[in-house]
T-cell receptor, first 112, second 119 residues
Framework: GNSVTQMEGPVTLSEEAFLTINCTYTATGYPSLFWYVQYPGEGLQLLLKATKADDKGSNKGFEATYRKETTSFHLEKGSVQVSDSAVYFCALRANTGNQFYFGTGTSLTVIP | GAVVSQHPSWVICKSGTSVKIECRSLDFQATTMFWYRQFPKQSLMLMATSNEGSKATYEQGVEKDKFLINHASLTLSTLTVTSAHPEDSSFYIC???????????????FGPGTRLTVL
């Protein structure tokens, strides 16, 4: 079946620290992979995506590379800001249908 | 970008009553919308896929008579929690697909969610 596992939080970092949020997946076939972000009081927003192996998604300084060999899609940012404080969800979309499968979410707090 | 709204954002009801939650795509048409349920500190769980003009498709373990879904138009889907009980208290989130020019539907836009508390 399809599932996503991401590291548990909460994660607290100082401003300008390096961020990694691990995400691994199980899927049949070749899924598309996504990172969504949920800011306080708002809905989920697409942060970045990758649709095939070795693709790198990037946005707002965040990056994630689709690694088929390790079934991973880890989220990274070189220097986090206070405004990055949010909950981050890793997700996959199976290659058949439009269903998304989400990880449990990782809460990130960046302190000045 | 595309915007999806939900109403209400927070509802408190008595046990045994029914609650309707609306999901609207504000600036695009959505032939397909999705309803998720999110428990504290847990992931979003897909409940059902709502298709305009046809019956919703429910995930395994979701009671279709309990969670009634109506996709009356290309911009509106409603979720009605019937005879709500305290265990139905949760955060309900809808999303809608935005199809690209090439027919790609892999971008979902999420509503802000509705928090339901059943007393």
């Amino acid at each position: 079946g399809n599932s996503v596992t991401q590291m548990e939080g909460p994660v607290t970092l100082s401003e300008e620290a390096f961020l990694t949020i691990n995400c691994t997946y199980t899927a049949t076939g070749y899924p598309s992979l996504f990172w969504y972000v949920q800011y306080p009081g708002e809905g989920l927003q697409l942060l970045l995506k990758a649709t095939k192996a070795d693709d790198k998604g990037s946005n707002k300084g965040f990056e994630a590379t689709y690694r088929k060999e390790t079934t991973s899609f880890h989220l990274e940012k070189g220097s986090v800001q206070v405004s990055d404080s949010a909950v981050y969800f890793c997700a996959l979309r199976a290659n058949t249908g439009n269903q998304f499968y989400f990880g449990t979410g990782t809460s990130l707090t960046v302190i000045p | 970008g595309a915007v999806v709204s939900q109403h209400p954002s927070w509802v408190i009801c008595k046990s045994g009553t029914s609650v309707k939650i609306e999901c609207r795509s504000l600036d695009f048409q959505a032939t397909t919308m999705f309803w998720y349920r999110q428990f504290p500190k847990q992931s979003l769980m897909l409940m059902a896929t709502s298709n305009e003009g046809s019956k919703a498709t429910y995930e395994q373990g979701v009671e279709k008579d309990k969670f009634l879904i109506n996709h009356a138009s290309l911009t509106l889907s409603t979720l009605t929690v019937t005879s709500a009980h305290p265990e139905d208290s949760s955060f309900y989130i809808c999303s809608a697909n935005l199809a690209g020019a090439g027919g790609s539907t892999d971008t979902q836009y999420f509503g802000p969610g509705t928090r339901l508390t059943v007393l």
